[in-house]
C-alpha cells in the first residue's frame, strides 16, 4: 500500500503517555516513505511499525518529530541525509529489521539527539562488539537495546576504539531548537512515565506501560 496523503489523514491520531501527539500508521504494508510532508510536522511520534519498509529514505524536514518507531518492517538500507531532515529525534526503534553492517548504521550517527536506539534482532547486533561499537559511534546515546549504558562500557569502547568525537548539532538546529522553545529547563509532570519507558527491557514492556496509561 501506497503511504498516501489520503491514508495519513485517515489514521488514528492520539497523545501517548509521554504527552506526544502521535499518528498510528503501523499494519498497512507500506513500501516506502511517502508524502509525509502532509503530516506538516504537526506530530511528536510516528508508529510505522509493522510494515514492509526496505530503506529510510525520503522524510521532509520534520523538526518536531521525537520519537520513531518503525519495528518489524524490511529495513536494510538507511539514508545519508536521515539525520538532516529529523534534527531533533531522541527515540529511534529499528527492532526486526535487515539492518547486517555496522556501515549500515553510519547515518544514525547524525542524530545528535538521539537517546534511545533499539537495534534488537538485526543480523548487525552479532557482529563482535556491536555493543561497544555502537557506544563510540553515537556517545550521546542513553539507552542501547533497552539497557542503560553503563560507564564500563564506555570505558571499554574507548579502550577498543579510541575517545569518540562527540557529535553536535548544527548552528541551525540550534537556532531552530531556540525558536521552537525546546531549550527552556522545567520539571517535567511524566517523568515517572519516562522512567518507566527508559527501564523496559523489551518493546512488549514499553506497549503494556502505554496501554495502562490510555486505560
Known amino acids: 500500500m501506497r503511504l ?3 491514508l ?7 497523545w501517548n503517555p509521554l504527552k506526544e501527539r502521535e499518528i498510528d500508521l503501523r499494519g498497512n504494508k507500506i513500501g516506502v516513505i511517502e508524502n509525509l510532508g502532509a503530516t506538516q510536522d504537526q506530530f511528536d511520534s510516528f508508529d510505522l511499525s509493522d510494515n514492509e519498509l526496505a530503506k529510510l529514505e525520503n522524510f521532509p524536514q520534520l523538526n518536531r518529530l521525537r520519537t520513531l518507531l518503525l519495528n518489524n ?3 536494510e538500507k538507511i539514508s545519508s541525509t536521515f539525520g538532516e531532515s529529523l534534527p531533533h529525534l531522541e527515540t529511534l ?6 539492518l547486517a553492517n555496522f556501515e549500515d548504521l ?4 547524525s542524530l545528535y539527539r538521539l537517546e534511545r536506539l533499539s537495534l534488537l534482532d538485526n ?5 563482535q562488539h556491536y555493543r561497544l561499537y555502537v557506544i563510540h559511534k553515537i556517545p550521546h546515546l542513553k539507552q542501547l537495546d533497552f539497557r542503560k549504558i553503563k560507564k564500563k562500557e564506555r570505558d571499554a569502547s574507548e579502550k577498543l576504539y579510541g575517545k569518540a568525537e562527540e557529535s553536535r548539532p548544527s548552528k541551525k538546529v540550534k537556532t531552530e531548537a531556540k525558536a521552537n522553545g525546546k531549550e527552556t529547563k522545567s520539571e517535567d509532570p511524566h517523568s515517572h512515565i519516562k522512567e518507566a519507558i ?4 523489551t518493546l512488549e514492556e514499553i506497549e503494556q506501560i502505554t496501554k495502562n496509561q490510555l486505560e
Open 123 to 127: 543480523l548487525v547486533t552479532k557482529k
Open 8 to 14: 495519513i489523514s485517515r489514521s488514528s491520531t492520539y
Open 73 to 75: 518492517n524490511k529495513i
Open 4 to 6: 498516501t496523503a489520503d
Open 198 to 201: 527508559k527501564n523496559a527491557k
Open 93 to 98: 526503534v529499528l527492532t526486526n529489521n535487515k
Open 106 to 109: 553510519e547515518p544514525l550517527t
